[in-house]
């Protein structure tokens, strides 16, 4: 951006940004020509502002008062939100995608003065940004056994081939924060979390994790204009999608930089979308990340966006009812004869189980007193046996259910199953797998929206049959 070097400067600078504030758009002259009409754009009359829900924003370029206002928008600083200068080009920003980011970073607490959220084409674009915007080689970073399968093979297949060194820790359960605090190193850069963890539903003390950064490294200093890389502390991430904002905020802990979510899922709600959000209070980061989005990733684009924000609007009352159905499932799971282990954060059983209350919030604000208190829509559970009879079971019960859906992702309204030793997580070596508590026979489930009465059936009946072929078992009309 242009530095004013006097007074007279600031005062030029600032009568042209006054003036170009109520911009309008220019005149052209009226189309004459057959070819002419069909090239020009048309545009509603005044009044169409009014529309409740705001519009989709197709447009991938902008009209532009005259040079100089194309010139301040290409010198400025990368940043997630336009100015009073407005939009250029959409692969840096547009209306919609930025209507629904606004509305995301609400949901994080974050408000617009104080930090801004990123939204991108998919999870791992959400993620692999926010990873490229803080790291290059020879710096180290610290991951999580139980990382979700698309950041795994992110980390150990290009990140590491870049020259960046990683580490892998236990980050559950009561000694996660110290197993990350040994892991620090003097080119530590980042230390990245991810709770509940994929698929083990393990938790993660990000309140601990952030002071033992905090302790060995000293208090985060961001400076405005700065680049990510400047920064001497790491920088603390977490992917939190399977709590969303309804239950965990991560960035009210304190030590926590960045939020990153996989909006595909629960914020999109629907299984009709591809989307990422990223979201900080930190300039420096969100500078690097807009970078990284604008050169290298992509913007979410307007009609995903509009389908992100309407599926937002009913995340309350969707999360409320993915909890209460999960909880029915996961007490049926647990008594069921072929079940070895069920792991889901409301049950007295599960390891974390002392964490649990205090990251899910269930949609609580400061001052609620009647909230119903629930711990997620995920329920992760193992079947009994060991080894290729662990899995065989495992499958067979994936295969056999006929209310909920074998398919990979989770967070729509309708339950979905996996395997992820046969399926989403087959490219982590068994030895790193069994490490991070992904057993061979666990099964993922997202649990819907449907009546919980008929889930809890299917997967009794699954379970029952969990000896057989799945895929000779009869469907019944």
């Known amino acids: 951006m242009n530095v004013a070097t006097n007074d007279n400067d600031v005062k030029v600078e600032q009568a042209s940004m006054d003036t170009a504030s ?26 169409a502002e009014r ?44 209306p919609t995608n930025e209507a629904a980011a606004l509305q995301i970073a609400a949901l994080e607490g974050v408000d617009v003065n104080e930090g801004q959220c990123l939204l991108f084409n998919s999870g791992m674009s959400a993620i692999t940004s926010a990873l490229m915007a803080v790291l290059k080689a020879g710096d180290h970073a610290i991951f999580p056994f139980t990382v979700y399968g698309g950041t795994h093979e992110f980390v150990t297949e290009f990140a590491t ?58 208090i985060a200093e961001d400076i405005v204009g700065t680049s990510p890389h400047e920064r001497k502390s790491p920088w603390v991430m977490c ?39 990223v979201t900080s209070r930190s300039e ?12 290298i990733t992509v913007p979410l684009n307007p009609m995903d966006s509009f389908l992100l924000a309407r599926g937002v609007r009913t995340l309350d009352v969707r999360m409320q009812r993915h909890g209460e159905n999960a909880l029915k499932v996961a007490k049926m799971l647990e008594k069921h004869p072929m079940v070895a282990a069920v792991y889901y954060p409301g049950l007295d059983s599960h390891p974390d189980r002392y964490l649990a209350d205090s990251i899910f919030r269930s949609g609580r604000d400061d001052d609620d007193d009647d909230v119903i ?18 899995l065989r079971r495992a499958r067979n019960v994936c295969e056999q259910l006929r209310v909920i859906n074998l398919a990979v992702s989770l967070g729509g309204v309708e339950s979905l199953c ?42 009794k009946t699954a379970l029952d049959l969990c000896d057989e072929d799945g895929c000779d078992v009869p469907f019944e009309e």
């Open 51 to 94: 529309g409740l829900a705001p519009p989709v924003y197709f447009g991938s370029t902008f009209t532009l008062d005259d040079a100089a206002h194309g010139a301040r928008l290409h010198e400025k600083r990368e940043q997630p939100y336009t100015d009073e200068d407005g939009f250029v080009y959409s692969r840096w920003g547009a």
């Open 418 to 459: 996996e395997h992820p030793a046969s399926m989403t997580h087959t490219m982590i070596p068994r030895e790193q797998r069994l490490a991070g508590g992904l057993h061979d026979g666990l099964i993922r489930i997202s649990v819907g929206l449907e009546k919980a009465e008929d889930l809890v059936e299917d997967l």
């Open 373 to 390: 208190q629930t711990y997620g829509g995920m329920i992760s559970f193992v079947t009994v046996g060991e080894g290729e009879e662990a």
């Open 161 to 218: 081939q870049w020259g960046i060194e990683v580490t892998f820790v236990d980050a559950s359960g009561p000694e996660g924060p110290a197993n990350y605090r040994a892991a620090f190193k003097d080119n530590t850069k980042l230390v990245y979390t991810e709770t509940p963890a994929n698929p083990t539903m393990r938790l993660t003390d990000l309140e601990g994790v952030a002071k033992a950064v905090t302790e060995h490294y000293g």
């Open 239 to 277: 992917d939190g999608t399977f709590a969303t904002p309804y239950h965990q905020r991560i960035l009210d802990i304190p030590g926590m930089d960045v939020s990153i979510h996989s909006a595909t899922k629960y914020l999109g709600g629907h299984s009709d979308i591809l989307a990422g959000s």
């Open 284 to 295: 420096p980061f969100l500078h690097g990340c807009a970078k990284v989005q604008k050169l």
């Open 22 to 47: 109520p911009r309008k758009p220019r005149s052209h002259a009226k189309p004459k020509s057959f070819a002419t009409k069909c090239a020009s754009l048309y545009h509603p009359n005044m009044g």
